[in-house]
């Protein structure tokens, strides 16, 4: 399974748009790539997956260069509840997630 | 329509002492998983399941125990357990072919 890297955290502002990119550079021909959402004390919450390309859903869109070395979700005017961890996976299959750290989203207000 | 189901929500123990979670989902999922998250942390891939009467071991398996006789129910047993063990379990199931996982609220576990 590909190793993935994000930032460790984020800042931002109530009504901005939040960019947070994952490098995964040994991804491989067939793994998709999928983002979940963490609030303290739940668990994880899928967001959304992308093979390629542009992917967008009613809670955030995610862009996939043509390299799919990377990846960026972004979540369009964020609010106070968006303030959470955001993980990226890529090649999760059979019921196996491989989790990195990250990227622990603040929101101000 | 519940989803993933985990109890106990809250469980202390002794070192030594054995316990069983319990996980279920009423999704008819083939796929079930377990996991850890200690203090800010990610998730670490206990052991998981792809379908009844299989399992297989993930990241970090040692001290644990699991087994899938139906496709509902996917328990995990601690042996003996240790302060090390000390953390939030997450049990997960999900769909063949679809990565979208649906995760229990999960089982805070102190050992002591």
């Known amino acids: 399974l590909a190793k993935t890297t994000q930032p460790i955290s984020m800042d931002s502002y109530e009504g901005q748009e939040v960019n947070i990119t994952c490098s995964h550079n040994?991804?491989?021909?067939?793994?998709?790539i999928t983002w979940y959402q963490q609030f303290p004390s739940q668990g994880p919450r899928f967001i959304i997956q992308g093979y390629k390309t542009k992917v967008t859903n009613e809670v955030a869109s995610l862009f996939i260069p043509a390299d799919r070395k990377s990846s960026t979700l972004s979540l369009p005017r964020v609010s106070l509840s968006d303030t959470a961890v955001y993980y990226c996976l890529v090649g999760a299959q059979g019921g196996k997630l491989i989790f990195g750290q990250g990227t622990e989203l603040s929101v101000k207000p | 329509n519940a989803g993933v189901t985990q109890t106990p929500k809250f469980q202390v123990l002794k070192t030594g002492q054995s316990m069983t979670l319990q996980c279920a989902q009423d999704m008819n999922h083939e796929y079930m998983s377990w996991y850890r998250q200690d203090p800010g942390m990610g998730l670490r891939l206990i052991h998981y399941s792809v379908g009844a009467g299989i399992t297989d071991q993930g990241e970090v398996p040692n001290g644990y125990n699991v087994s899938r006789s139906t496709t509902e129910d996917f328990p995990l047993r601690l042996l003996s357990a240790a302060p090390s063990q000390t953390s939030v379990y997450f049990c997960a199931s999900s769909n063949f072919g679809n990565t979208e996982a649906f995760f229990g609220q999960g089982t805070r576990l102190t050992v002591v």
């Open positions: 040994n991804i491989a021909t067939n793994d998709y």
